[in-house]
């Protein structure tokens, strides 16, 4: 793929990732072309009723990325910049990250091109309820089991299982995962993306001989992902000293008091008015004095003009695709580490695991046994990376993505190619 197409197409970067690792793996050109090929991509119509009674027209996706080693799983996202290409390259990537972490899924994602904010509590519950429908034939616990994402929540799942348990005539949970606890969700599973974060953040900061206590850390984004990626940063004595969200940036270098930030996003719903910090632009806060970053917004965060000014000696990767690979290749020369996406923001989809398994058996867990797993999982799953980085002399993502590739090729060679 030409460097131009790569510029505008999420897809491309992820196909950019993947060569790197193919290449440190000399793998042949038929499995590249395989699994550079999303097995499925669905585009429907999801045309809804506003509350004025007036009718729109939104579009959904769903891309089944890859099934060689179980059901596809992935979130889904409302967002307005959703489009195929961004659905397929999170797709793609889901599929490397349950291989990374070693859990039985392939890799998928959906989403619809929508503003949630412009939309009522029953518009949001319209377009749900519509958006599960179409996929009836297609999802199911041993099919494709989706997840929350970018503004869609555990409520949002809640529609979206009660909508397909109804058209299927029984009652099924384990056709979505991040569902509210009453109704078959798992305890630990709303921290579990930012609980991974730290627990990956916390394993590499020791590697590296930096002390949770004189560890400076900025989170860019305070939703999911980033508000318990700094709430748990802060409980384990990290100073938080930058927090943004869509609405501005906030840096306090004596450290940010990250509870009363969660208390005023929760109260306002954004940290607008925040008074905690010195208001500042996103752009400064990536490029702020720390020495852990986290992007926990979007994608394409970090560009060739941004990466060089960066200052953080650790970026741990909670959003998906924060960083281009042209600024990835200037972090490798400024000797900045990077854990990955596929990697760092794992702990959601191992949680999401652990509550389809809990669903399957209908049998549910303390939350000291979930998170215990969790950090089994993935400090073990981050030590065979590491060890194949050490070994390779090569960096975290490309090693990370050579350990997820190996593991899907060795399952499609031992299933065959139905071709
Ligand atoms: P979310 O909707 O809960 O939060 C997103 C946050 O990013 C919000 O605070 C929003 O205001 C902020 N934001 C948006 N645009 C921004 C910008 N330009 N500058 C600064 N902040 C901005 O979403 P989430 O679930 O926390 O997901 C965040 C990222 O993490 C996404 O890339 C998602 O794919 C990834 N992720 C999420 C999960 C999960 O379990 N939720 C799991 C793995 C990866």
């Given amino acids: 793929m030409t460097t131009a197409v790569r510029e505008v197409s999420v897809f491309g970067d992820g196909i950019a990732y993947f060569n790197e690792a193919a290449d440190l793996l000399e793998l042949d050109s038929g499995m590249r072309r395989i699994l550079t090929h999303p097995s499925r991509q669905i585009i429907f119509s999801i045309p809804f009723q506003r509350d004025s009674g007036e009718f729109e027209v939104y579009t959904g996706y769903r891309v089944q990325y890859n099934f060689a080693r179980g059901p596809a799983k992935g979130g889904i996202r409302y967002h307005p910049g959703v489009t195929l290409d961004e659905v397929t390259a999170l797709a793609f990537w889901m599929t490397w990250k349950c291989a990374v972490v070693d859990l039985p899924f392939g890799g998928g994602k959906g989403g619809v091109t929508c503003d949630p904010s412009t939309l009522s509590m029953n518009e949001l519950e319209r377009i749900t309820r519509r958006y599960a429908a179409e996929l009836v034939e297609v999802v199911g616990p041993d099919k494709d089991i989706p997840a929350p994402d970018v503004n869609t929540t555990?409520?949002?799942?809640?529609?979206?299982?009660?909508?397909?348990?109804?058209?299927?005539?029984?009652?099924?949970?384990?056709?979505?995962?991040?569902?509210?606890?009453?109704?078959?969700?798992?305890?630990?599973r709303v921290e579990a993306t930012g609980r991974g974060v730290t627990i990956c953040a916390l394993d590499e900061m020791h590697q590296m001989g930096l002390v949770p206590d004189q560890t400076r850390v900025i989170v860019q984004g305070f939703g999911n992902v980033g508000l318990y990626a700094a709430k748990l940063f802060s409980e384990r004595g990290c100073k938080v000293c930058?927090?943004?969200?869509?609405?501005?940036?906030?840096?306090?270098?004596?450290?940010?008091?990250?509870?009363?930030?969660?208390?005023?996003?929760?109260?306002?719903?954004?940290?607008?008015?925040?008074?905690?910090?010195?208001?500042?632009?996103?752009?400064?806060?990536?490029?702020?004095?720390?020495?852990?970053?986290?992007?926990?917004?979007?994608?394409?965060?970090?560009?060739?003009?941004?990466?060089?000014?960066?200052?953080?000696?650790?970026?741990?990767?909670?959003?998906?695709?924060?960083?281009?690979?042209?600024?990835?290749?200037?972090?490798?020369?400024?000797?900045v580490v990077v854990i990955p996406d596929i990697m760092a923001n794992a702990g959601g989809v191992t949680v999401s695991y652990f509550e389809w398994v809990q669903d399957r058996m209908g049998y549910f867990w303390k939350e000291s046994e979930v998170n215990e797993r969790l950090e089994d999982v993935l400090l073990a799953n981050l030590g065979e990376v590491r060890t194949i980085k050490n070994a390779r002399n090569s960096d975290f993502r490309t090693a990370a993505y050579a350990l997820a590739i190996d593991r899907v090729v060795r399952a499609l060679k031992l299933r065959g190619i139905y071709a």
Wanted: hydrophobic share 35%; charged share 20%; aromatic share 6%.
């Fill in 154 to 188: 555990p409520q949002v799942m809640a529609w979206f299982m009660d909508t397909y348990s109804m058209h299927v005539r029984q009652n099924v949970p384990g056709v979505v995962t991040g569902k509210p606890l009453e109704i078959g969700g798992s305890r630990g």
């Fill in 242 to 335: 930058g927090i943004s969200d869509v609405t501005g940036a906030f840096y306090n270098s004596e450290g940010i008091d990250v509870p009363l930030a969660i208390d005023h996003a929760v109260k306002n719903r954004s940290l607008e008015g925040f008074k905690g910090g010195d208001r500042i632009s996103n752009t400064e806060l990536l490029t702020g004095d720390c020495d852990v970053l986290v992007p926990a917004a979007l994608e394409k965060v970090f560009t060739s003009e941004n990466a060089p000014k960066v200052k953080a000696k650790l970026i741990v990767e909670g959003a998906n695709g924060p960083t281009t690979p042209e600024a990835d290749r200037i972090f490798r020369q400024n000797g």
